[in-house]
């Protein structure tokens, strides 16, 4: 757990929903929609043309950088080798994320942000925020059920929490990029009032910082550590390919953004076709 900081030319709206929970629309003009990356150039505002989105942006947070096995330290004494969620993050992840630019590859060109010592086995763009839906093993947070719009349509095991993995969409300097909720923090894990509410960060150290960065998300975006930032929720039918699907538990796809799991599955359509009309011709000559 998280306590201490330490492109497109065109794009497509993703049709609005009514808030959930309460929540009014943070929006603005200023702010993009979900968009799809078309081209490597930054991805310009769009204006939003309906006030009402299920998602609404949390905006000007401050932002933090973290990273998978980052070492405690006096004032931050949790180590990230361990996540809120997963007891074996650093090696699932494939090693220590090193923060340190000259030991990682950041490359609009290419599209690749990611360590240079290996390639990671869980997506680099990666996030916490201050809420833990989980109390115990066996059980989750009594207002879990209520205040997190998509946990009735997850449907978690009791003790299995149904942030993991969610989508957020983050927006700096003229740029969006897209990350997936992986911890909790910084600082605190129950402010559920301010990731699905309406209420300003509890946190007040570090500028009130509510949300810290994996430094991949950092070097995307240009976003340092105690900037300001805007983000939100998003589906995962709403995330574009980017660098922030080319590693880990993603689709493969390749350069010209064709998905090699779906030719897989249409060849394997081919082939059973192939073999079921090779088995009615050997039955017809019989």
Request: hydrophobic residues 30%.
């Given at each position: 757990?998280?306590?201490l900081?330490?492109?497109?030319?065109i794009s497509?709206?993703?049709?609005a929903?009514?808030?959930v929970?309460?929540q009014?629309?943070?929006?603005?003009a200023?702010?993009?929609r979900?968009v799809?990356?078309?081209?490597r150039?930054?991805?310009?505002?769009?204006?939003?043309?309906?006030p009402?989105q299920l998602?609404?942006?949390?905006?000007?947070?401050?932002?933090?950088?973290?990273?998978?096995?980052?070492?405690?330290?006096?004032n931050?004494?949790?180590p990230?080798?361990?996540?809120?969620?997963?007891?074996?993050?650093?090696e699932?992840?494939?090693?220590y994320?090193?923060p340190k630019?000259?030991?990682?590859?950041a490359?609009?060109?290419n599209?690749?942000f990611?360590?240079?010592?290996?390639?990671?086995?869980?997506?680099p763009f990666?996030?916490?925020l201050p809420?833990n839906?989980?109390r115990?093993?066996?059980?989750?947070k009594p207002?879990?059920?209520?205040v997190?719009?998509?946990?009735?349509?997850?449907?978690?095991?009791?003790?299995?929490t149904s942030?993991?993995g969610?989508?957020?969409?983050?927006?700096?300097g003229?740029?969006?990029?897209?990350a997936?909720?992986?911890?909790?923090?910084?600082?605190?894990?129950?402010?559920?009032?301010y990731?699905?509410?309406?209420s300003?960060?509890?946190?007040?150290?570090?500028?009130?910082?509510?949300?810290?960065?994996?430094?991949?998300?950092?070097?995307?975006l240009g976003?340092?550590?105690?900037e300001?930032?805007?983000?939100?929720?998003?589906e995962?039918a709403?995330?574009?390919?980017?660098p922030?699907?080319?590693?880990g538990h993603?689709p493969?796809?390749a350069?010209?953004?064709s998905?090699?799991?779906?030719?897989?599955?249409?060849l394997?359509?081919?082939?059973?076709l192939?073999d079921?009309?090779?088995?009615k011709?050997?039955?017809a000559?019989?």
């Amino acid at each position: 757990m998280r306590r201490l900081y330490s492109i497109p030319l065109i794009s497509i709206a993703i049709a609005a929903c009514s808030p959930v929970c309460g929540q009014t629309t943070s929006s603005s003009a200023t702010l993009p929609r979900v968009v799809i990356p078309t081209s490597r150039q930054p991805i310009q505002p769009q204006p939003t043309k309906r006030p009402a989105q299920l998602y609404p942006w949390r905006q000007n947070i401050t932002a933090t950088v973290f990273w998978v096995g980052e070492q405690p330290t006096q004032n931050n004494p949790t180590p990230n080798c361990k996540s809120s969620w997963d007891q074996n993050w650093m090696e699932n992840f494939g090693g220590y994320d090193d923060p340190k630019p000259a030991n990682r590859i950041a490359d609009h060109r290419n599209s690749d942000f990611r360590p240079k010592a290996f390639i990671p086995k869980l997506n680099p763009f990666y996030i916490a925020l201050p809420y833990n839906d989980v109390r115990t093993y066996r059980s989750h947070k009594p207002e879990a059920s209520r205040v997190i719009p998509w946990f009735k349509r997850v449907n978690p095991r009791p003790g299995r929490t149904s942030l993991k993995g969610q989508w957020v969409q983050i927006y700096h300097g003229g740029r969006s990029c897209y990350a997936q909720w992986e911890d909790c923090g910084p600082w605190v894990t129950d402010d559920w009032h301010y990731v699905f509410g309406n209420s300003p960060p509890k946190n007040r150290s570090n500028q009130s910082a509510a949300i810290d960065i994996s430094p991949s998300v950092r070097d995307y975006l240009g976003l340092q550590s105690g900037e300001k930032c805007h983000w939100r929720f998003v589906e995962a039918a709403q995330v574009p390919y980017g660098p922030w699907k080319k590693y880990g538990h993603q689709p493969t796809v390749a350069a010209d953004g064709s998905d090699f799991e779906a030719k897989r599955k249409y060849l394997e359509y081919l082939r059973k076709l192939r073999d079921a009309q090779y088995q009615k011709q050997g039955g017809a000559s019989r």
